[in-house]
């Protein structure tokens, strides 16, 4: 019964490749694996960030590999691993054979810990299995932040796969002004930031200014500069931003991310459509 549930799930992506297929897997996968940590203590600690949670609890439309999380208040001390024995525990009802592999360092801020499962694609029937090969092994990487910037919003969410469980996440402008901490700061061009970007602009969302300005200061090129994060601030340094971009590898780092149908809305992507955007931005 509970591969059935999986198997109903994945038919009901309709997928069109078999690197859409793989991305459903995975997100199913992180699917039960938020529910589990529903039904843990862990987001008494915690809050849901980041592309993953955009996608499975705002409805972005793109897939994502990683789940991030920040605590509500730093503590060096929080462990990974018994929240994720919990979660193998509720994966492994459903027809997972998971082995945790737990990378996570003391001396270093973000835990980390990866979520690995080979036995899926042997009891599920894929659609493109026999054209492309076997299924890879499914892979979810968690990071919790453990000295995360102040004055985060929270809300609380719910999810319904494959049960129901509360979900403490970011809010909309703690997200965003996340998001724009990484597109400020980021070393290398990440497409995938600027998709998200394209998603904030259109859903008229505000920035927490706050949360952005303990981030910045925390870490970047503004590092511990007392600077005033406003909107004028943030306008002229994303224009400074966009006018760098090169949107040829822009579009390629995004384009395995979202679906086949979608894929042609990526040519569109310029200078010219992300300063429009940019414009968009209310304070």
């Known amino acids: 019964m509970s591969i059935k549930l999986i198997q109903d799930r994945l038919d009901s992506y309709n997928c069109a490749s078999s690197i ?8 199913i996968t992180q699917e039960v694996a938020l529910a589990a940590l529903g039904r843990t203590d862990f987001f008494k600690h915690a809050a849901f960030q980041g592309g993953t949670c955009l996608r499975i609890l705002y409805g972005l439309n793109r897939f994502s590999e990683d789940m991030d999380f920040i605590l509500k208040e730093t503590n060096r001390e929080f462990a990974l691993q018994p929240h994720l024995q919990a979660v193998s ?77 509360s979900v403490t996440v970011q809010d909309k402008p703690s997200l965003f002004a996340g998001k724009l901490h990484a597109l400020l700061c980021r070393e290398y061009v990440k497409g995938r930031d600027w998709y998200d970007f394209l998603w904030y602009t259109s859903q008229d969302i505000g920035i927490n ?42 579009r390629e780092d995004v384009r395995r991310f979202v679906k086949v149908t979608e894929q042609p809305s990526l040519e569109v992507w310029s200078r010219e459509l992300f300063l429009s955007q940019v414009r968009k931005i209310r304070g």
């Open 20 to 27: 859409e297929e793989e991305h459903a897997v995975r997100e």
């Open 209 to 250: 200014y706050k949360f952005l300005s303990s981030a910045l200061k925390q870490q970047g090129p503004w590092q511990n500069e007392h600077i005033q994060v406003d909107l004028k601030w943030c306008l002229k340094h994303l224009e400074n931003k966009v006018s760098s971009v090169d949107w040829a590898a822009a």
């Open 89 to 165: 525990g509720e994966l492994k009802a459903y027809g997972y054979d998971v082995e945790i592999a737990d990378r996570s360092r003391t001396d270093i801020a973000v835990r980390k810990a990866f979520l690995k499962d080979d036995s899926l694609g042997k009891v599920l029937q894929l659609q493109y299995a026999d054209k492309s090969g076997p299924l890879k092994k499914v892979r979810v990487k968690f990071e919790v932040d453990t000295n995360p910037p102040s004055y985060t919003g929270v809300e609380i969410k719910h999810v319904d796969f494959p049960f129901v469980s």
